[in-house]
């Protein structure tokens, strides 16, 4: 949904430890985001919580926005582990449906906690708006690949099917943010979406 920081590039964990030790800070930002939401927390207070040095907390994530954006991707990683794997045979029966399911399921996680979903949400927005386009494509997340396995993820049709999941996630964020502002409800946006699911897949 959005592009890292401009200028310094996060330091990526090459062991176990220091792997463990970005999981933490991701724990507690999160904890912290849906305690308090963007503005009341500040990079001390996650690195304190996380038992960190606020240089480590810097290393991985060069800025707010950013570590609250790598909050969301790892929210998302949570919530696809936790939620059951298509059947055995590696394809469900009705594509559409199970994304639309899978989709709207994740939405209505994100606003169970609405000052962390708020904290994500403006966190992509101001990525957006202060920084230059970094190149990265949506399809190459979690929730991007769980998609693209969801429709098959056919060689012949590869470039096809990564549109349409460029399409169906930026479909699915716009109308969860619609939701996070109550734009919409909920029922709302799970009715637009599974249409647009719809619209997006058909042959």
């Known amino acids: 949904m959005a592009r890292p920081a401009e200028g310094r590039q996060p330091a990526a964990p090459m062991s176990n430890s220091q792997a463990a030790r970005r999981v933490r800070i991701l724990r507690a930002a999160s904890e912290l985001g849906a305690r308090e939401g963007l503005a009341s927390v500040q990079m001390h207070d996650v690195a304190k919580e996380a038992g960190v040095a606020i240089a480590t907390l810097y ?51 994100l606003l169970e906690t609405p000052l962390l979903a708020s904290a994500v949400a403006l966190s992509s927005f101001t990525e957006y708006a202060g920084t230059a386009s970094a190149g990265i494509d949506v399809v190459e997340g979690a929730l991007g690949q769980r998609l693209l396995h969801l429709l098959g993820g056919h060689d012949e049709d ?42 997006i897949l058909a042959p």
Do not use: H, N
Request: proline share 5%; charged share 20%; aromatic share 12%.
């Open 59 to 109: 290393r991985y994530f060069p800025s707010k926005p950013y570590l609250f954006l790598a909050v969301l991707e790892w929210y998302i990683e949570q919530f696809l582990g936790d939620r059951d794997p298509v059947g055995a045979a590696g394809e469900p029966a009705d594509p559409a449906s199970e994304v639309a399911e899978t989709l709207a399921a994740l939405t209505g996680k």
């Open 158 to 199: 590869a470039a096809a099917d990564c549109s349409r999941v460029r399409l169906l996630v930026y479909s699915w964020w716009g109308l969860f943010v619609g939701a996070l502002t109550q734009e919409l409800t909920t029922e709302q946006a799970g009715a637009d979406l599974r249409l647009a699911v719809r619209l």
